[in-house]
């Protein structure tokens, strides 16, 4: 089975802090995204990533960034983390793009920004 | 543009009783549609998809569901579910190049 790892399960961050999120996928799938997920407001993407190295804006991505340096490998990065933030992140990944659509995900990690 | 809508927030129901959660999308490209469900604290996973072919789709644990063209719609059903379906479900629709969800259904079952 594919197996999508993220390194916290619960973060706990200041404001104006610099947050790191780490995603790390064994199946060597070719594309991988980030999601954050709200009560309501379901899931929303905030960056994906079809190959190492590139990255891909997607419909919430202000305040973020993101980082493939290597293929297993899918950081998101707060540059200053503010309460509007707080939310749970999810990770996913996808074999390549004729697969896209069907998503592993990571148990997801709830980052509270204080 | 793609998006889906999730009719109800909430589905309570009894154990063994029949459920339909409601989906409704809006596709400018071809009409590629799924549903995850999320178990509490669990990630994401796929239940089913429709890509083209038969309409009535079947997934996993019972879940069947039906694209409708001229509805816009893929209704999720299970003829009688049990107490460990219980979990928040997902509609989603195949964009470009990512899925957008919809807002989630929690369905809720009771003894």
């Known amino acids: 089975d594919v197996k999508v790892t993220q390194s916290s399960r619960y973060l706990v961050k200041r404001t104006g802090e610099k947050v790191f999120l780490e995603c790390v996928q064994d199946?060597?799938?070719?594309?991988m995204f980030w999601y954050r997920q709200d009560p309501g407001l379901g899931l929303r993407l905030i960056y994906f990533?079809?190959?190492?190295?590139?990255?891909e804006k997607g419909d919430i991505p202000e305040g973020y960034s993101v980082s493939r340096e290597k293929k297993e490998r899918f950081s998101l990065i707060l540059e200053s983390a503010s309460t509007n933030q707080t939310s749970m992140y999810l990770c996913?990944?996808?074999?390549?793009?004729?697969?896209?659509?069907?998503?592993?995900f990571g148990s997801g990690t709830q980052l509270s920004v204080l | 543009a793609q998006s889906v809508t999730q009719l109800d927030s909430q589905v309570p129901v009894f154990e063994e009783a029949p459920v339909e959660l409601r989906c409704n999308y809006s596709?400018?490209?071809?009409?590629?549609l799924f549903w995850y469900v999320q178990y509490p604290n669990q990630g994401l996973q796929l239940l089913l998809k429709?890509?083209?072919?038969?309409?009535l789709v079947k997934g996993i644990n019972g879940f069947e569901a039906e694209f409708n063209k001229s509805q816009t719609s893929f209704h999720l059903r299970k003829p009688s579910v049990h107490i460990s379906d219980t979990a928040e479900y997902f509609c989603?629709?195949?964009?470009?190049?990512?899925?957008?969800f919809g807002k989630g259904t929690m369905l809720l079952v009771s003894p």
């Open positions: 996913a990944s996808s074999l390549n793009r004729g697969q896209y659509e069907k998503l592993f």
């Open positions: 199946m060597d799938h070719e594309n």
């Open positions: 990533s079809y190959d190492v190295k590139m990255k």
């Open positions: 596709s400018s490209v071809s009409v590629y």
């Open positions: 429709y890509l083209s072919g038969s309409t």
């Open positions: 989603a629709v195949r964009g470009y190049s990512t899925l957008t």
